[in-house]
């Protein structure tokens, strides 16, 4: 009976570990240099109040020294747009700066309100550099619950 137990709440924990870290779909939605391979968000999906971190992986082409990161979300409700929430932070916050050519890692990280409400977010991402060139320009979506999804 403990085997039996142990099993199942290993079990449970490899669905709750899978269901909180997920690889979501984006489109690049300018001509920007980088392209990028991968975008995460865990917890998956997210909850009012939790923290979430978004992941963007790919390979730079060139190097940068530094520049600007821009979140610009919005709330879908029946095919209507409502702005939600725009920052803009140091570039140098989200990854390691300089960024040299290679394997690159952006991290988002923000933690929602209590009250935000549950629903569709399409969410735009854009990083400039020093000069205000357009290196990244990325919009993905995802669903912000009430409960967690198992």
């Known amino acids: 009976m403990r085997r039996l137990l142990s099993v199942a709440l290993a079990l449970a924990a490899l669905v709750v570990q899978a269901a909180s870290h997920h690889e979501i779909d984006f489109t690049v939605c300018e001509d920007a240099p980088f392209v990028p391979s991968s975008v995460t968000l865990d917890p998956y999906p997210p909850h009012p109040g939790s923290e979430i971190v978004l992941q963007i992986e790919g390979v730079a082409d060139h190097t940068m020294e530094g520049g600007e990161f821009y979140a610009d979300v919005t709330l879908v409700v029946y095919h209507h747009h409502i ?46 550099d020093l000069d205000g060139n357009l290196e990244m320009c990325l919009d993905l979506s995802f669903h912000i619950t009430y409960f967690t999804e198992v």
């Open 83 to 128: 702005p939600m929430y725009k920052e803009k932070k140091d570039l140098c916050r989200q990854t390691a700066c300089p960024i040299d050519e290679g394997n690159v890692t952006f991290t988002y990280d923000k933690v929602l309100p209590p009250a935000v409400p549950a629903g569709l977010y399409n969410v735009n991402l854009q990083a400039e």
